[in-house]
């Protein structure tokens, strides 16, 4: 049910702001975190620390981009949905920076350190997959592609929603456990995929009865 009567509306410059202000925090902590780490202000696992918190910080921008639907139809308003590719790409780069930490401080560019690693950890793959998927939303993510990939664009960009369980899984099997922490992240989760999966099973129905309906005609 909508929270307002009228829909909400933002002037130009109040969506400059706001996007200057999302920029200007998220490039700012990312840069922080690896000037912290660099300089040794990170508690006594520097490395830990980075890899911990940029992997959460995209967890906490993927489940932000997943909601902002919900809050366009709930406002209701279309200005949230100005701000979603943005955040997205967000995910990317902090993801991104989750690897990176990983494979050049972490394990420091030792490939058969890696190999074994995939083998001894298959959460590394789990979380390599989601890691791909979102390159690919990020790399088709501007409107000149969308336009040129028609359907498809579409069909792709609805992996998110596969992506999330992926991140999640990833999350939880490296922390070795889904209570603690990452019950509450897959709670947020669930929350957020079941009105997309309701809508989805209704879709289904509705083309089964239409299918039935042309049938018997």
């Known amino acids: 049910m909508p929270l ?25 902590y990312l840069f922080w975190l690896f ?23 995209a967890i906490h921008l993927l489940l932000t981009t997943l909601l ?4 366009a139809q709930w406002l209701p308003s279309p200005e949230p949905l100005q701000f979603r590719r943005m955040i997205g790409v967000y995910s990317f ?15 420091q560019l030792d490939m058969a350190l890696v190999a074994s690693e995939i083998v001894s950890r298959p959460y590394i793959v789990v979380g390599m997959t989601a890691l791909l998927l979102l390159l690919a939303l ?3 993510s501007f409107k000149r592609v969308q336009r040129k990939m028609g359907k498809r664009w579409q069909k792709l960009h609805n992996t998110i929603y596969l992506i999330l369980p992926l991140t ?28 997309r999966f309701k809508k989805w099973i209704n879709q289904y129905k509705q083309k089964q009865v239409r299918k039935k309906r042309t049938t018997l005609a």
């Open 93 to 107: 780069v902090y993801a991104f920076a989750h690897l990176f930490t990983y494979v050049f401080f972490e394990i």
């Open 4 to 28: 307002r009567k009228k829909p909400l509306r933002l002037s130009l410059l109040q969506r400059r702001l706001i996007k200057a202000s999302l920029h200007l925090t998220l490039l700012g």
């Open 138 to 140: 990020t790399a088709t």
């Open 168 to 195: 999640l899984l990833h999350f939880s099997w490296s922390q070795k456990t889904f209570w603690q922490e990452p019950v509450w992240y897959w709670l947020i989760g669930i929350g957020v995929l079941t009105p």
């Open 35 to 57: 000037y912290a780490g660099v300089n040794d202000n990170l508690g006594p696992d520097p490395v830990n620390t980075l890899i911990n918190e940029t992997g959460i910080w």
């Open 68 to 71: 902002l639907s919900p809050l």
